[in-house]
């Protein structure tokens, strides 16, 4: 045998056991992942919160003019920051694609990844992850041309969707379908916008995506008003925040955090009347909430005024919305993102 | 008959039809993009809302409300004459290099030492009272002229030395080359980059962050200087034997041989197929949109998210794709300048 072949060969050997060393490792890392420290003094430490985002998408994250981050998972990112480091300007935005989001937080490039991202049972048990709290309920949707007539999704008999590539999107069209019998064809685009511009040339007859992403969309319509956004969702988009396994204490600070920006809105506390509420209020949750009674954020590890900078920082979860997905936004109705009293799904657990 | 252009276009039957076909189509196309682009175009308004209301054209307020985005990204307001200034550097050390008359060496040498230095020194910051600005708020066709610089200036030197290896006598360093060109070559840039991502950070240790865009950097600088070794290759080659065959006779080492007469020959040849590298590296640069990095193409996906201004992609990528192409224009022009200034007849004396 000659020395090159010789050497060639024990290069490929060295190759193979190269990889599967480095597989081997990397799948025992990713499993065995020992709990990081307590994330919320890591935060304090750096006097920012690292904060996982999208990478631009309407009403949820993107960026203005100035480059300033805005939308409704932002909000989250800021009240968090308020709450935590006393200053909601405090977070580090790391723009994540779909690819790398979870990646990045299981690596703990992050604290916490608020990116329109569904909390599922996959997610929750291969990934290491913990669902902590849902700050929007989203569900595929259907944005369809007015002149075909079509008034509930089952009536799509023979229509033609166009929409992004992306197994979930086509598989839940496919089971409903196959649930309803009715015969549903599909058009396939690597972005929105060319789906979108497919679907106003007549290309097909209606487009289909998560229920916020619909809204968005429609905006951008040359004539917003010879389109429809079909009440029903086929399928569950629960969208929320993230964050590691390991770290229970953080975890407390971000579900009740979020509790907190929907109680607010449940008693009527809003960015501009907190002040005055925690002086004058009767109320206890009021009180407990706002800092003036109790020691809620002793408990979380926090000081007493955590929520109540929160709320003075981003406003209540109504107002969030609002913002960004109110009428003067993207205009969809808050329908299952009401709180529960108003026939939507937010419930939060009582302060006490 | 008479002028040639007249010629050309209508000498015969079957030229005369292809020219009134493509003016035919001209006609057809050309009216309405003018009408898009200029005519029925809106330059001034606070949202997609009030171009709509102005007209129908292409809303070109968009590019202008976004124009600093697009080039700084998010670099802070306050701080961007520093990416300001280091332009101005870059452009002056490059046009020394491309026209100056004398100590081009010297100038080059500028190139390849004092622009990182003090465009580094510049950008990052953190040292001479300048603020740290991180590399999470760098952004913009900024992002992409970094990055092209970085990765053509590491690629060079990575490049020729592989090149050298691919040549070695010595079979450890001959195959170690050959499987690092080949395995650079042969994965698809994108695959490398979300593996760059993705897959080093299960490797590292918690808590150990590597810059995103210092990954984007290695990958590309690896990748390029793969591409850098064959062209080098194909100028090595292109070397005649005569050459070193005749600086041996004169008593040169090989490595003299090598680095004196045989490198500067080849890096002649290889000059076309450098710059072919460089507009390639360029527009490949917008990869990096897809690792999260925010260079000009991906602050454009980004700004068609905006809700003030969603929707408006054929603005957007109209106006990148005019950058990108002026961008690969000055490179050309700055390479053929390099090339008529090295194609120098052989065994001239001019210097």
């Avoid at chain 1, 619909?214 to 969208?239: C, D, F, V, Y």
């Avoid at chain 2, 195959?175 to 980059?193: D, K, N, Q, T």
């Avoid at chain 2, 080659?237 to 007469?261: D, F, K, N, R």
């Avoid at chain 2, 710059?275 to 897809?290: C, G, H, Y």
Wanted: net charge positive; glycine share 10%.
């Amino acid at each position: 045998m000659t020395v090159p072949a010789l050497l060639l060969r024990a290069g490929r050997l060295a190759l193979t056991v190269g990889v599967a060393i480095v597989t081997t490792a990397a799948i025992a890392h990713a499993q065995l992942a020992p709990p990081p420290g307590p994330t919320a003094e890591n935060i304090k430490k750096r006097g920012a919160l690292a904060c996982g985002v999208d990478t631009g998408v309407p009403g949820f994250a993107a960026q203005d003019n100035t480059g300033k981050w805005k939308g409704l998972d932002i909000d989250y990112c800021r009240a968090i920051a308020a709450a935590v480091l006393g200053d909601p300007d405090k977070v580090r935005y790391t723009p994540t694609t779909a690819a790398a989001r979870f990646t990045v937080l299981q690596a703990g490039e992050i604290d916490v990844l608020i990116r329109d991202s569904t909390l599922t049972f996959t997610r929750s048990n291969q990934l290491g992850l913990d669902e902590v709290a849902v700050n929007f309920y989203a569900g595929q949707g259907f944005l369809v041309r007015k002149s075909i007539g079509v008034q509930k999704a089952a009536e799509l008999q023979g229509a033609t969707i166009c929409m992004i590539t992306g197994a979930t999107l086509e598989l839940n069209i496919a089971d409903f379908a196959r649930s309803t019998g009715a015969k549903i064809g599909s058009l396939l685009f690597e972005k929105p916008e060319e789906a979108i511009a497919a679907m106003e040339a007549g290309r097909c007859d209606g487009y289909s995506d998560d229920s916020g992403s619909l809204a968005g969309m429609r905006s951008t319509l040359k004539n917003p008003s010879e389109w429809i956004i079909m009440p029903e969702l086929i399928s569950k988009e629960p969208l929320g925040i993230h964050a590691r396994s390991g770290d229970p204490r953080w975890q407390k600070i971000l579900f009740w955090l979020d509790t907190a920006l929907k109680t607010a809105e449940e008693f009527g506390i809003t960015q501009a009347n907190a002040d005055e509420l925690r002086k004058t209020s009767k109320n206890p949750f009021i009180l407990r909430l706002l800092g003036a009674e109790g020691d809620t954020g002793k408990q979380l590890g926090l000081d007493s005024d955590w929520a109540f900078r929160a709320i003075k920082a981003t406003g209540n979860y109504g107002e969030i919305y609002d913002r960004h997905f109110g009428p003067n936004a993207l205009n969809l109705p808050r329908g299952l993102n009401n709180l529960y009293n108003n026939g939507g799904m937010h419930y939060t657990l009582p302060f006490r | 008959m008479r002028h040639p252009l007249v010629r050309a276009l209508f000498g015969t039957k079957l030229n005369a039809a292809i020219t009134l076909l493509m003016l035919a189509a001209f006609a057809l196309v050309l009216p309405p993009l003018f009408r898009w682009a200029i005519g029925t175009a809106v330059w001034n308004a606070p949202n997609r809302a009030g171009c709509e209301a102005a007209d129908t054209g292409a809303c070109w307020a968009f590019i202008r409300a976004r124009l600093a985005l697009f080039f700084y990204g998010i670099y802070p307001v306050d701080q961007r004459w520093r990416v300001d200034a280091g332009l101005v550097v870059l452009v002056v050390i490059g046009t020394g290099a491309l026209f100056a008359r004398r100590h081009r060496g010297l100038w080059l040498l500028a190139l390849a030492v004092l622009i990182p230095v003090i465009d580094g020194i510049l950008l990052v910051g953190g040292i001479f009272g300048l603020e740290l600005v991180p590399t999470g708020q760098w952004g913009g066709l900024m992002l992409n002229v970094v990055i092209s610089f970085v990765a053509l200036g590491g690629s060079i030197p990575l490049g020729i030395a592989l090149a050298f290896g691919r040549r070695s006598k010595y079979p450890v360093i001959r195959y170690g080359s050959i499987a690092m060109i080949e395995f650079w070559r042969g994965v698809p840039l994108l695959a490398v980059l979300f593996m760059g991502l993705i897959l080093l950070p299960l490797f590292l240790p918690n808590g150990v962050n590597i810059d995103n865009l210092v990954r984007a950097l290695v990958v590309l600088t690896l990748f390029t200087s793969a591409y850098m070794a064959e062209i080098v290759r194909g100028g090595l080659q292109g070397v005649q034997s005569g050459q070193p065959e005749a600086a041996l006779a004169l008593g040169m080492h090989t490595a003299q041989v090598q680095l004196l007469v045989v490198l500067p020959q080849a890096l002649r040849l290889s000059i076309p197929g450098f710059i072919n590298i460089a507009v390639d590296l360029f527009k490949d640069t917008t990869l990096v949109s897809i690792v999260g990095l925010f260079d000009l193409m991906g602050v454009v996906n980004q700004s068609l998210k905006d809700t003030a201004w969603t929707g408006l992609a054929a603005e957007g990528y109209t106006f990148a794709a005019l950058v990108f192409f002026f961008a690969c224009l000055i490179i050309s022009l700055g390479g053929s300048v390099l090339e008529r200034h090295f194609a120098i007849a052989p065994g001239s004396t001019k210097h």
